[in-house]
């Protein structure tokens, strides 16, 4: 997976240094043969975080070519360089963020640091278009304890909006959405919950108040609220939480299945963007996972369990996994829904559920 070189007989001028740590290299990628690590350990790591994804991505963004004689094939060469770039920092950060829904902190790090280095070389020093990055890099040190760092990155990503006027307000919601993590991590309850009605309210501004790109900063919210055991809040947002992707994610089912327009009686939220038949991409699906996961836990824990309330987040669990095509997964969820359902006051949603295992059963008769 690697060769070993000598920097001293390195070409001079030239300093190949580690991809992670910018330190003299001592080894290269012997796949794309355009990355270079100080030693294997941090080369294991790009390679579980990014470069697996990547490697042979970077070969023509780090080749030299030959000269190009015409005005008209720079131009071609420069434009197609330029996507090519832009298309890296697309993927890298997708993959950043789905590694920190899945609670892969450490390998999130290199993925953010590709994405800051991409956006560097497209943008330059200065961009709103470098935010991003820096909170990926600021949820993942958080995730990894290292408040310290994680500060750094979120107060460089506060300043860069501030001095920003026309940053968008989903920049804006990212950046509280973060902020809040940090203080919760630190225990600072207030300003956790100020930065994340804040989160609240750009996400809203840009997206609505009912959309799943919106529904983080209620989860969050819930979460700080949880931790202080004031449940009626919490369970109130954690039901906003799941009503929001049980829309997203009916809707999407309704498309690949060709289900009439929405049963009478249930909610569905999140209709602010486009929606295509796939409707997720990587991270919001780790997103999905994680957020409708918790919930479920929370509410089976629960003394009190409200049967209408699990049998809507159960049947949101087996949409989502048969979105993913995980149709066991799927078929267990739904009948844990169908249980539920039974115990729940509402026939729409029972016989919504009904239907989905109909979709599974024949799935399972076709396989």
């Known amino acids: 997976m690697s060769n070993t070189i000598n920097p001293l007989s390195n070409p001079k001028g030239v300093n190949l240094l580690c991809e992670l740590c910018q330190k003299p290299a001592f080894i290269q990628c012997n796949k794309c043969r355009v990355t270079y690590y100080c030693g294997a350990e941090h080369q294991k790591a790009d390679w579980l975080g990014i470069h697996e994804k990547i490697c042979q991505l970077l070969v023509p963004l780090r080749t030299t070519i030959p000269f190009l004689a015409s005005d008209e094939e720079r131009q071609h060469r420069k434009d197609q360089l330029l996507q090519r770039q832009r298309q890296m920092i697309d993927l890298t950060r997708t993959t950043g963020q789905k590694l920190l829904f899945e609670g892969k902190h450490e390998q999130a790090v290199p993925a953010a640091m590709q994405s800051l280095r991409f956006a560097i070389e497209v943008h330059g020093l200065a961009s709103i278009e470098l935010v991003p990055s820096y909170l990926i890099l600021g949820e993942a040190s958080i995730g990894l304890g290292k408040l310290s760092q994680a500060e750094e990155y979120l ?76 449940m009626d809040v919490a369970d109130s947002l954690y039901e906003r939480v799941t009503n929001i992707w049980y829309g997203y994610l009916l809707k999407i089912v309704q498309i690949r299945t060709k289900t009439p327009a929405t049963p009478k009686g249930i909610p569905v939220a999140g209709d602010s963007h486009g929606l295509d038949e796939d409707g997720l991409d990587e991270a919001q699906e780790a997103e999905a996972i994680q957020v409708l996961n918790s919930i479920y836990d929370i509410r089976e824990q629960q003394q009190k369990n409200k049967p209408l309330i699990t049998a809507k987040i159960s049947h949101a669990l087996a949409m989502l996994y048969y979105i993913l095509h995980h149709i066991d997964k799927a078929k267990e969820f739904g009948r844990r829904a169908v249980v539920s359902s039974e115990d729940a006051p509402n026939e729409e949603l029972s016989r919504s559920i009904v239907e989905l295992m109909k979709v599974f059963d024949n799935i399972m008769l076709s396989v």
Not at 159 to 177: D, G
Not at 186 to 211: M, P, Q, V, W
């Open 155 to 230: 107060m460089q990503a506060q300043w860069t909006v501030l001095k920003t006027p026309e940053c968008s307000n989903a920049i804006k919601s990212k950046l509280h959405r973060n902020l809040g993590l940090l203080y919760a991590a630190k225990g600072d309850d207030e300003e956790a919950l100020r930065h994340l009605a804040d989160d609240i309210y750009h996400a809203s501004e840009e997206f609505g108040t009912d959309d799943i790109r919106t529904s983080g900063g209620y989860f969050h919210m819930a979460n700080v609220f949880f931790r202080q055991n004031r």
